[in-house]
């Protein structure tokens, strides 16, 4: 008789593995979290619209190039004659050069929502670092610590007080002209208000008990910053994330709008610029104008949305103020 081979069948009255076990119940209160989350998100009517319009227009700016013929874009390509008003053609009017500015806008969103979200991660990483650096040394690295919590928040208080715009345009200028150059500048003058959110919310967690009896147990520095503290300031950080974004698109639509950017990219700034430089506010083309001008307040108004939504579902003290 031929006995079967194979794994031998879970005794059901064996006890459960504590390691299986406990990551089981990891995953499901993560997705539990999730569905919470998903839950509280949707009764924000403004949040879904902020969601709903970024969504939309994410989706055009993705898809852009399967209805938009690039030849179109270029001056020497342009399909229509010189600032034509709005029309069945060309719903937007058209630019200087003929071309259409509806197309101008839909591709544009392109590089805007690029470098804005470049930038935002540029400026919540650097701002998370150092916040969840000094708060974590500042309380309990000792004397050495403390030292380095004041250096690192001196240094942020020096870029806070700086204004933004100035620095940005002086970063601008003296680093290589291009699309790389605004994102980095964006990106090392917005982080220190992150910076500052995620120290304050660090400080919070260091006094938990869960902090501690990690440190007991021996947990290094990077143990418990990484494993203790730095999960649980994500809430807040993602929050100020979903914020950051639409002042990091108005500064790329600035310096792009004061010659910072690239000329070679076609975004909402530089459609600003271009029709500055052609006359058209002292022409009163109202078309080439308003149209960018209102894609930027859009975009920076839906993600003010969604991050106050956020906000108000992981601040139970926000819940029904939005």
Known sequence: MNTPTGPAPADPAAPPDPALSSRALA???????????????????????????????GLLAVTAPLFIDQTHLTITGAPGESHEPPSWQFPLGTDNFGRSILDLVIWGARVSLTVGLLATFVSVTLGTLVGVTAGHFG???????????????????????????????????????GTGTIIIAIGLTVWPP?????????????????????RALGGGHAHVMGWHVLPNVMPVVLAQTTLLVATSIIAESTLAFLGMGDPTTISWGGILEAARTAGAISAGIWWYIVPPGLAIAVVAL????????????????????S
Do not use: H
């Open 27 to 57: 995953r499901r209160r993560r997705r539990e979290a999730l569905v919470g989350f998903a839950r509280e998100y949707a009764r924000n009517r403004a949040g879904l619209l902020g969601l709903g319009l970024l969504l939309a227009i």
């Open 139 to 177: 309380s309990s690295g000792g004397v050495g610590g403390r030292i380095v919590s004041t250096v690192l928040m001196r240094v942020t208080d020096w870029f806070l007080v700086l204004p933004t715009l100035v620095l940005a345009v002086a970063l601008a200028a003296v680093l290589p002209r």
């Open 194 to 214: 992150t910076a500052r959110l995620v120290r304050a919310q660090t400080l919070a967690v260091e006094a938990r008990p869960f902090v501690e009896r990690a």
């Open 302 to 321: 839906s993600f003010t949305l969604c991050g106050r939504a956020v906000e108000s579902v992981i601040n139970p003290r926000l819940k029904g103020q």
